[in-house]
């Protein structure tokens, strides 16, 4: 019997190699093809080491544009980067997709420290230029990390284990950074690393605490509630400033777990507390683009049997911008449930009053950058005057932060602020401080020790 004939065409041998090298998306050359480029190039210079550079490039934000939009937006967006890098590299260089939405780039022509940040600075504002969906445009920024051989490694591994330690260190400055590789960095990265670690083992171990901060009515002092802020003591590290570990939390996916103790934490403390105080918690960016979110704090809130009408959210111009409309959408679904919303930092961003215009918020701290100079600096005064009485017409109210001395709060209860947190008030303490401070200072504490006198 004769085999039966096909139409199939043949597949050579070349052609299974050159699939196998090839990303099927970009067209541009996968991570094997970056392996045996980066070893032939390695070996060529292997008797005469002349420097060589590897870039990893990793789009800032990636992931809530295939949320939002589909796989098939976030897979045109990863076809123009390949298209943007291709057209912009020195003639020589190689792009090849290395994973997901990061792209790296062979230079052989790229030989020091200077050369690689003068080249990072140009890809990173070829990729940071608008994305055309069709329907609309969309913009990203890049991070981006370089290893120069043989400095940071002569094999392919230990390059490329260097740049991708040089690229999490731009991620942790912020988007649209560039980092070269140095063994200072590396040391700096060891480090994060371990901290990471015994942070996570402090939440495991609920030994991340809660402080509290009271805010005050301006025109008498009186307490109205408090801001929860986080406070780590490590047996090993000392004391670890949020300003150090919240920001890596983020950075290292996960802030949803420390926040989500926190909170809990900070609910279960307020619950001694007289009802008519409001605790105020701080929502992080990537709590911002997490679809979840509000479902999880209303879980917390409901398992600890918290009021959400107490609770007010604090959210940053910023961690608004990263995803706008994800955020707009959970700051919705937290307002339904009667949570506040204060957006933190006024004056600080770039385009705050258009964050007014576009969001529902309920209440604005204005930053302590002006709270400081407002006794000294007529520039500051008019600001903080100018933003109280816009937020009086957009009936919204005002906090003003970082008040330190009599002076600051007179000035600003002159201009009318109506609220004040600070130093001069008092100073972030625990859950137990906290309630003797409210014993000593709050109405109904007084009224209940009078009745029982």
């Not at 070996?43 to 990636?62: K, Q």
């Not at 994305?131 to 990203?140: C, F, H, I, Q």
């Amino acid at each position: 019997m004769r085999r039966a004939e096909t139409n199939l065409p043949s597949v050579s041998q070349n052609d299974l190699q050159a699939m196998a090298y090839t990303d099927q998306l970009t067209g541009l050359g996968n991570r094997y093809r970056l392996r045996d480029k980066i070893r032939s190039l390695a070996a060529e210079r292997a008797s005469d080491p002349a420097p060589f550079t590897i870039a990893l490039a990793n789009l800032d934000g990636f992931k809530p544009i295939n949320d939002l939009f589909g796989t098939a937006a976030g897979d045109e967006i990863l076809c123009q980067v390949a298209h943007r890098l291709k057209a912009c590299i020195p003639d020589g260089a190689i792009v090849t997709r290395h994973d997901g939405d990061e792209f790296a780039i062979i230079l052989p022509l790229v030989f020091e420290r200077v050369g690689a940040e003068r080249l990072g600075q140009m890809i990173k504002d070829v990729l940071s230029a608008p994305y055309d969906l069709g329907d609309r445009n969309v913009r990203l920024s890049a991070s981006i990390g370089f290893a120069i051989y043989p400095f940071a490694g002569s094999e392919f591994d230990e390059l490329m284990k260097s740049a991708e330690t040089a690229l999490y260190r731009s991620k942790r400055r912020g988007r649209g950074q560039i980092t070269v590789y140095s063994k200072e960095i590396a040391q700096e990265m060891r480090r994060a690393t371990q901290l990471e670690q015994a942070l996570r083992n402090a939440i495991i171990a609920d030994a991340v605490d809660v402080y509290f901060q009271p805010i005050v009515r301006i025109d008498d002092g009186r307490v109205l509630g408090f801001e929860a802020l986080a406070r780590w003591i490590d047996p090993d590290l000392g004391f670890v400033s949020p300003a150090v570990f919240v920001p890596l939390a983020e950075e290292r996916g996960f802030i949803d777990l420390l926040s989500e103790a926190l909170l809990r934490k900070a609910a279960e403390a307020t619950m001694a507390w007289p009802r008519d105080l409001f605790l105020s918690f701080n929502l992080s960016s990537a709590q911002l683009m997490d679809p979840r979110t509000a479902l999880n704090i209303l879980a917390i809130l409901n398992a600890v049997g918290f009021d959400p009408r107490r609770l007010e959210l604090e959210i940053t111009e910023t961690a608004v911008m990263t995803s706008a409309d994800t955020a707009q959408r959970i700051i919705g679904e937290l307002r339904a449930a009667g949570i506040g919303i204060s957006l933190d930092d006024f004056g600080t961003g770039q385009s705050s009053l258009g964050r007014l215009r576009d969001f529902a918020f309920d209440k604005v701290k204005i930053d302590r950058a002006f709270v400081s100079a407002i006794t000294t600096d007529r520039t500051s005064e008019q600001i903080i005057k100018a933003i109280i009485s816009m937020c009086d017409g957009l009936n919204l109210a005002v906090v003003a932060e970082g008040i330190e001395t009599a002076a600051e709060a007179d000035k600003l209860r002159v201009l009318g602020c109506g609220m004040g947190q600070g130093y001069y008030y008092g100073k972030p303490v625990d859950a137990a401080a906290t309630l003797r401070y409210l014993q000593q200072n709050h109405h109904e504490f007084a009224l209940v020790e009078r009745a029982t006198a």
